[in-house]
């Protein structure tokens, strides 16, 4: 089974709209991650979640809220987005924070109208 | 600060040659661990490998293999005998012990032709 899974893979959505991004790994990691990814741009790192409470925010606007029900699900809720929010949103998780690698899930790629 | 510098934008090679993907990383902290990604067009970055700031030796796998030197904050990537397969972008990252901050290179794009 696939260590780390996201769902949609692809989502179009217009600038009214909400949706939400789920995540879910498999790997009894206790830290999960969102990461944006946007074309010639490095990965910007969205929100940490560590055993299930936010330890990172890095300034991410409001219109994106992350929730993190337990260890193993990780959501990315979707409001009133803009089209420069069009991207690759990557979902990853690590067994702790900095030491270990992260493990990524394929993506959702989104697309806003 | 942290920060990660892969130079090289794109790269292409011809199966079967050598070639060097370059990482530069600026940290203080004396602690720090360094990874490999390789995200392959279907988008999911696959690890490849952690080290540690404690470790310096060399480390090989199959063609892969990486060359880590603190004299020159350097982190880099060889594949030997490239193949098609091996196309895609390589992200090389930093992280420093105790944190949840992992900081990304903007990647190299590696293109092996056959």
């Known amino acids: 089974e696939t260590g780390v899974t996201q769902t949609p893979r692809h989502l179009v959505m217009g600038m009214t709209n909400k949706k939400s991004l789920k995540c879910e790994q498999h790997l009894g990691h206790n830290a999960m991650y969102w990461y944006k990814q946007s074309a010639k741009k490095p990965l910007e790192l969205m929100f940490v979640?560590?055993?299930?409470?936010?330890?990172e925010n890095n300034s991410v606007p409001s219109r994106f809220s992350p929730e993190c029900p337990n260890s193993s699900h990780l959501f990315l809720h979707l409001h009133t987005l803009q089209p420069e929010d069009s991207a690759l949103y990557l979902c990853?998780?690590?067994?702790?924070?900095?030491?270990?690698?992260?493990?990524f899930g394929p993506g959702t790629r989104l697309t806003v109208t | 600060a942290q920060k990660v510098t892969q130079a090289q934008t794109e790269i292409s090679v011809v199966e079967k040659e050598d070639v060097t993907l370059d990482c530069v990383y600026e940290?203080?902290?004396?602690?720090?661990?360094l990874f490999w990604y390789k995200q392959p067009p279907s988008g999911e970055l696959v690890f490849l490998i952690r080290?540690?700031?404690?470790?310096?030796q060399n480390e090989i796998s199959g063609r892969y293999s990486w060359n880590f030197q603190k004299s020159t904050s350097s982190f880099n990537f060889t594949i030997t005998a490239s193949q098609v397969v091996d196309s895609a972008v390589y992200f090389c990252a930093l992280s420093e012990g105790g944190t949840y901050k992992y900081i990304f290179g903007t990647g190299t794009r590696l293109k092996v032709l056959a």
């Open positions: 990853a998780s690590s067994q702790e924070g900095g030491t270990y690698e992260q493990y």
């Open positions: 080290r540690n700031s404690f470790d310096e």
């Open positions: 940290t203080r902290d004396t602690t720090y661990y």
């Open positions: 979640y560590s055993l299930e409470e936010r330890v």
